[in-house]
């Protein structure tokens, strides 16, 4: 559990360096496309992929550079969602987005479905549904309104849309190391290639720095929760509901508490939903 835990801290340490960058006077597109430059480097290091001997013409290029892509826009609509809807908000449609990816794995990978995983699927979606009615009833601009909606959309169907795409690539005979890597490096690659041309610059020694960080923490995240995995291998439904119920509790924690953010009554509701929704779906996965 020390694992899953230290997982969930530091994707939520993520989300709250991401709100708070903008105040602090960086520059979020800038430090997203550094993060990436550590998290290719460490992800080498910890699950020493073999790209030496990667087949130029077998590996789905197509799809590595969708996902390198795909990446770094669906983190950009997250510092965004973070900005106008939310910390509590982003990280539960961060999570929810299970739902879809669990929708295309039914229509599309023929997964098999039982009761308890349709359950799931159904609360998960209520659930995203209250937190995007809950900002027609907030006192904020129109504007301000309409950019928190597209926004958590975004994150929910962006995230969805990785997992998918990724389950696919390594369907395709990919190994997870392999694909992981080469999605990081083509994110770095790309992402800075779009602000050399479009910033003239490829961002000042404190952007850099704290992408460089960013990347350390995104990383560490994703390496704790696969290391969890394989240590409870026999019981993955335990490291998936502890994994997601502690990134929306400790989002939600971290919300109210440091970003003051008012939880109104849908929020509450999409709150109870999401758990709800996590707590079934990891009791599908165990039977």
């Known amino acids: 559990m020390e694992l899953i835990l230290a997982a969930a801290c530091c994707s939520v340490i993520v989300s709250i360096l991401l709100k ?12 997203i496309v550094w993060n990436y430059a550590s ?8 699950f020493k992929p073999d790209l030496q001997h990667v087949s130029i013409i077998n590996t789905p290029w197509w799809l590595i550079i969708a996902l390198g892509i795909l990446l770094p826009s669906v983190f950009l609509c997250l510092a965004k969602s973070l900005q106008y809807a939310g910390i509590v908000k982003t990280e539960i449609a961060q999570r929810l987005s299970v739902v879809l990816s669990l929708l295309a794995a039914f229509f ?8 308890l995983k349709i359950i799931g699927i159904v609360l998960g979606v209520l659930a995203v549904l209250s937190l995007l009615f809950s900002h027609q009833q907030d006192k904020t601009g ?3 309104t309409k950019q928190a909606m597209l926004y958590l959309a975004l994150v929910w169907f962006g995230y969805a849309f990785i997992d998918v795409l990724l389950k696919y690539t390594t369907g395709l005979g990919v190994q997870f190391a392999v694909a992981l890597n080469l999605m990081f490096i083509c994110a770095f690659i790309l992402s800075l290639a779009y602000i050399a041309m479009t910033t003239k610059t490829v961002g000042n020694r404190k952007n850099i720095l704290a992408g460089m960080g960013l990347g350390l923490l995104n990383f560490a995240n994703i390496a704790l929760y696969v290391k969890a995995h394989m240590l409870l291998k026999d019981t993955p439904a335990i490291v998936f509901a502890g994994m997601n119920i502690l990134v929306v509790v400790l989002g939600a924690f ?11 009554p849908m929020t509450a509701l999409g709150l109870a939903l999401g758990l709800a929704s996590v707590i079934c779906l990891a009791y599908a996965i165990s039977v």
């Not at 998290?39 to 290091?45: P, W």
């Not at 599309?108 to 009761?115: G, K, S």
């Open 20 to 31: 708070l960058a903008k105040a602090q006077g960086f520059d979020a597109l800038h430090m």
């Open 39 to 46: 998290a290719s480097v460490l992800c080498f290091l910890w």
């Open 108 to 115: 599309i990978f023929q997964e098999q479905f039982n009761t």
């Open 142 to 144: 129109q504007s301000s």
């Open 254 to 264: 971290s919300g109210l508490i440091i970003f003051k953010e008012k939880l109104t």
